[in-house]
C-alpha cells in the first residue's frame, strides 16, 4: 500500500540554525500539508500546498517557515533559524484531490529536537 | 475559533469490552471528521472519515457516528483487544476554501489481556 515517507526520524539541531525536513507524499497526490506535534500537545496545522503554491498556512507559519516541492516527489520544510520552542514532532500529510471527502495520509513523522 | 475536545484523557479497560471514544467540537460548520489511531512515538494512521452529510461510518470493528448539530462524534470499538492499545485522536476539517484539520488530543487507551 502506498504511503507517506518522512527523512530523517530524528533531527537533532542547535539553535539558530537552518533545518530542512523532507517529505515524500503518496505518487497520485496533488495536495500535501505539514502539521506538528509538540510534545504532549494537539497536532497542529501548519500549511497546505498546491499546484506548487501555499493553500493555506496558520499564524504558526511564520516568516522563518517555507515549504518547497523541489522536484516531483519531494515536499519539504525549511526553518530558518531554529528556536528552542520548533523542539515538536513535525507531520506531512497527501491527499489526492484536496476535496472534503478525501483522507489525509500521513508520514511517520520527524522528531525535531532544539537545543 | 474551532475547539476540539476528547475526553478523557486516558481509558484502561479489560480484554473483550466494548468501549465508546468520545469527541466534541465547538463550530459545527464542518466538512468531514476524522478518527486516528497514534502509536507511540510514530505517525497518524487513519481510520475513518465521515462527511458531514452522513451520519456514521464502519470498518471492521469500528463504527463512528456524527451528530453535526450537536458537535459530537463517537467512535466505537467492539471486543477491545490489547492491540487495540493506541491513542486515538478526532479531527475536524472546517469548512473553508482549503482542507485542514483540527485535531483533539486524543485520547490513550489501555487494553489490558
Given at each position: 500500500e502506498p504511503e507517506v515517507t518522512q527523512t530523517p526520524s530524528h533531527q537533532v539541531t542547535q539553535m539558530g540554525q537552518e533545518v530542512i525536513l523532507r517529505c515524500v507524499p503518496i505518487?497520485?497526490?496533488l495536495y500535501f500539508y505539514w502539521y506538528r506535534q509538540i510534545l504532549g500537545q494537539k497536532v497542529e496545522f501548519l500549511v497546505s500546498f498546491y499546484n506548487n503554491e501555499i493553500s493555506e498556512k496558520s499564524?504558526?507559519?511564520?516568516?522563518q517557515f517555507s515549504v518547497e516541492r523541489p522536484d516531483g516527489s519531494n515536499f519539504t520544510l525549511k526553518i530558518r533559524s531554529t528556536k528552542l520552542e520548533d523542539s515538536a514532532m513535525y507531520f506531512c500529510a497527501s491527499s489526492?484531490?484536496?476535496?472534503?471527502?478525501d483522507t489525509q495520509y500521513f508520514g511517520p513523522g520527524t522528531r525535531l529536537t532544539v537545543l | 475559533k474551532q475547539e476540539v475536545t476528547q475526553i478523557p484523557a486516558a481509558l484502561s479497560v479489560p480484554e473483550g469490552e466494548n468501549l465508546v471514544l468520545n469527541c466534541s467540537f465547538t463550530?459545527?460548520?464542518?466538512y468531514n471528521l476524522q478518527w486516528f489511531r497514534q502509536d507511540p512515538g510514530k505517525g497518524l494512521t487513519s481510520l475513518l472519515l465521515i462527511q458531514s452529510s452522513q451520519r456514521e461510518q464502519t470498518s471492521g470493528r469500528l463504527n463512528a457516528s456524527l451528530d453535526k448539530s450537536s458537535g459530537r462524534s463517537t467512535l466505537y470499538i467492539a471486543a477491545?483487544?490489547?492491540?487495540?492499545s493506541a491513542t486515538y485522536l478526532c479531527a475536524v476539517d472546517e469548512a473553508g476554501a482549503n482542507s485542514k484539520l483540527t485535531f483533539g488530543k486524543g485520547i490513550t487507551l489501555s487494553v489490558r489481556p
Amino acid at each position: 500500500e502506498p504511503e507517506v515517507t518522512q527523512t530523517p526520524s530524528h533531527q537533532v539541531t542547535q539553535m539558530g540554525q537552518e533545518v530542512i525536513l523532507r517529505c515524500v507524499p503518496i505518487s497520485n497526490h496533488l495536495y500535501f500539508y505539514w502539521y506538528r506535534q509538540i510534545l504532549g500537545q494537539k497536532v497542529e496545522f501548519l500549511v497546505s500546498f498546491y499546484n506548487n503554491e501555499i493553500s493555506e498556512k496558520s499564524e504558526i507559519f511564520d516568516d522563518q517557515f517555507s515549504v518547497e516541492r523541489p522536484d516531483g516527489s519531494n515536499f519539504t520544510l525549511k526553518i530558518r533559524s531554529t528556536k528552542l520552542e520548533d523542539s515538536a514532532m513535525y507531520f506531512c500529510a497527501s491527499s489526492n484531490s484536496g476535496s472534503f471527502s478525501d483522507t489525509q495520509y500521513f508520514g511517520p513523522g520527524t522528531r525535531l529536537t532544539v537545543l | 475559533k474551532q475547539e476540539v475536545t476528547q475526553i478523557p484523557a486516558a481509558l484502561s479497560v479489560p480484554e473483550g469490552e466494548n468501549l465508546v471514544l468520545n469527541c466534541s467540537f465547538t463550530d459545527s460548520a464542518i466538512y468531514n471528521l476524522q478518527w486516528f489511531r497514534q502509536d507511540p512515538g510514530k505517525g497518524l494512521t487513519s481510520l475513518l472519515l465521515i462527511q458531514s452529510s452522513q451520519r456514521e461510518q464502519t470498518s471492521g470493528r469500528l463504527n463512528a457516528s456524527l451528530d453535526k448539530s450537536s458537535g459530537r462524534s463517537t467512535l466505537y470499538i467492539a471486543a477491545s483487544q490489547p492491540g487495540d492499545s493506541a491513542t486515538y485522536l478526532c479531527a475536524v476539517d472546517e469548512a473553508g476554501a482549503n482542507s485542514k484539520l483540527t485535531f483533539g488530543k486524543g485520547i490513550t487507551l489501555s487494553v489490558r489481556p
